[in-house]
């Protein structure tokens, strides 16, 4: 066997293919990116908990199905507006600025759904699932309307 066999110039970065060379440059900003708005989602999580008359984490722990299924809607309809900010975010910057807008505006609409939809959160709160479910079609209808408008 030969030495040449093992030789490893072919990952020079004057030899390796560009779409390798453009993978090897924007994975880490991919990364980062994607990190960013994981940490936007749950501190949006966070502060959604935090400002809901009920305790959904501790509801869930005591088995409360409604509350499991509320409080996924509200993750998925965070998620899906700070997703599209993501895509029309060209920094980190960016992110922060329209993921940050894309909370604030994301809880006030669930606020105003739990508000219009008065008495659903109390019925979530005793165990009611089909009220959850109601909920959380509303809210992610809300969140799918403005993930749109960021995109425009």
Known sequence: ???????LDFLSPEILRPEIQAFAEGF????????????MLFLG???YSVLTPYK????????????AV?????????????????????SW????????????????VFRLVDFMLAGLPNRINEGETS???????????????LAAAISV
């Open 1 to 7: 066997m030969t030495t040449d066999s093992f030789n």
């Open 28 to 39: 880490p900003t991919t990364l980062a990116h994607a990190g960013l708005t994981l940490l």
């Open 45 to 47: 999580a966070f502060i």
């Open 56 to 67: 959904e984490i501790q509801q869930i722990r005591e088995g409360n199905s409604a509350a």
């Open 70 to 90: 509320a409080y996924g809607g509200v993750i998925i309809g965070l998620a899906i507006p700070l997703a599209a900010s993501l895509a029309a975010a060209t």
């Open 93 to 108: 910057r960016e992110i922060l600025l329209w993921g940050g807008a894309t909370i604030v505006l994301q809880l006030f």
């Open 131 to 145: 009220a959850a479910v109601l909920l959380v079609a509303a809210k992610l209808a809300a969140a799918l309307v």
